[in-house]
């Protein structure tokens, strides 16, 4: 059933100012997501082994986030760096890829904070962890968390002398690990999200 004229430029009225109203609290999320965190120190070395990546970056995990930890619901993050080689006729090719997997746990029945990390392939049981971690706080688990020392990304072979490469870095939240219900919640909802980049170039004088 159709709305007489008068009710129906009401409810148009209404509808824009609840946009209006909703404007500010939208453009606030947006920028907590661009502020959530920065990679504070990027280092990458040639070697006769191969390129080593050491990194640190500061995070403020969002308090939804940190009640699903309390919880029970365990976190899993995403490290992931490439090497590429740019090229003008095309787009970048990438000459190795690495990925390092983490899940950040809390066990209420001890109150310890637990951090596993597995470098290469997942397994979902974590069977072939490469470090597994105890913590008393949050505080400590985070730090731990936000750091890696010396990861190679790639082999020496792989680089061909005198030639400059880029290699990128991120760091992110896997949602896909995340229970259902918190999926379909995450939806549209910018300030959950945990991603931070960051790049430089491996110029051709360090992998002779």
């Not at 004229?5 to 209404?14: E, F, G, K, M, S």
């Not at 969002?62 to 090497?83: D, M, R, S, T, W």
């Not at 968390?145 to 005198?162: F, P, S, V």
């Amino acid at each position: 059933m159709s709305l007489p004229p008068q009710a129906a430029q009401r409810r148009q009225l209404l509808r824009g100012a609840v946009a209006v109203a909703l404007a500010p609290a939208l453009a606030s999320e947006r920028v907590a997501a661009q502020q959530r965190g920065e990679v504070t120190e990027f280092v990458v070395e040639g070697t006769e082994g191969g390129v080593l990546l050491s990194t640190t970056w500061s995070m403020e995990l969002p308090q939804l986030l940190e009640n699903a930890l309390y919880q029970g619901i365990a976190l899993h993050f995403v490290a992931e760096a490439k090497v590429e080689r740019p090229r003008w006729y095309w787009s970048d090719k990438t000459v190795a890829h690495a990925v390092r997997y983490l899940r950040l746990s809390y066990q209420p029945l001890t109150r310890r904070w637990r951090l596993v990390q597995v470098t290469g392939e997942r397994d979902d049981s974590l069977g072939n962890a490469s470090l597994g971690q105890t913590f008393d706080d949050l505080e400590e688990a985070l730090s731990a968390l936000q750091r890696i020392a010396r990861w190679k990304i790639a082999d020496a072979h792989a680089l061909r002398a005198g030639v400059d490469y880029q290699v990128s870095f991120q760091f992110r939240l896997d949602t896909s690990q995340m229970p259902r219900p918190l999926q379909f919640g995450a939806v549209g909802r910018s300030s959950w999200g945990v991603a931070l980049t960051r790049s430089i170039e491996l110029p051709a004088e360090a992998n002779r």
